[in-house]
């Protein structure tokens, strides 16, 4: 079975600091992943998706960063966080095609 | 750029009721999917449709491509189904989904 793990569950982070979020799928052989983002009370915002290892898109731009350094590994990451970035950042797989799937999240915010 | 307008935006039942919520689409899509959101933020997969419609339980949704629209039919409402619905479209090949605002709906006893 296939499952999906973010960390942190949570952060609470100073203006300008550094962040890095984390995703990794197991028991799925290279997935389509991707990077949501979603404001307290607000609608998902695609961030970023990638199709295979060291290749990331970006759909919109906030001043974030995208990597994926392993097959199963999805990374979010920026080195100055800005009040605007708190919210619930999610991260999910498919293949392609076909259905998404989403993890857990992480609720991120920035005092 | 690709909009999906959801309505309505908020929804109140009775419990033992029932209601449509519905996802237009201002350009073609190849498929759509419906989640609903809990309490904790864990997004549930309700339905995944390329075309036609699908039913699990209490739920029924259908898409119609051609006419750029989807529907999510909830009967006979339970407490348990509050949350907020969204929608999701995707042309496939391009890896950009994007959502609906959402429904928040309430059930109450």
């Known amino acids: 079975a296939q499952t999906i793990h973010q960390w942190p569950v949570a952060e609470i982070k100073a203006v300008g600091s550094p962040l890095s979020l984390g995703c990794t799928i197991k028991?799925?052989?290279?997935?389509?992943l991707y990077w949501y983002w979603q404001a307290t009370g607000g609608t998902l915002q695609q961030l970023f998706y990638s199709i295979t290892v060291g290749q990331v898109e970006s759909v919109v731009q906030l001043n974030l960063s995208a990597s994926r350094p392993k097959d199963d590994q999805f990374i979010l990451s920026t080195e100055k966080l800005l009040l605007s970035h708190s919210g619930f950042y999610l991260c999910?797989?498919?293949?392609?095609?076909?259905?998404?799937?989403f993890g857990p999240g992480t609720r991120l915010t920035v005092l | 750029g690709d909009q999906v307008e959801q309505s309505p935006s908020a929804l109140s039942l009775h419990e033992g009721t029932g209601s449509a919520l519905r996802c237009n689409f201002t350009t073609t899509m190849r498929a759509v999917q419906w989640f609903q959101q809990n309490s904790r933020g864990s997004l549930i997969n309700l339905f995944y449709l390329a075309s036609g419609t699908k039913e699990n339980g209490r739920l029924k949704s259908t898409f119609n491509s051609k006419e750029s629209y989807s529907t999510l039919h909830i009967r006979d409402a339970q407490l348990e189904d509050s949350g907020t619905y969204f929608c999701a479209a995707f042309n496939t090949g391009n890896y950009k989904y994007v959502f609906g605002a959402g429904t928040r709906l309430k059930v109450i006893a």
């Open positions: 999910a797989w498919s293949l392609v095609g076909v259905e998404q799937y």
């Open positions: 028991g799925k052989s290279s997935p389509n």
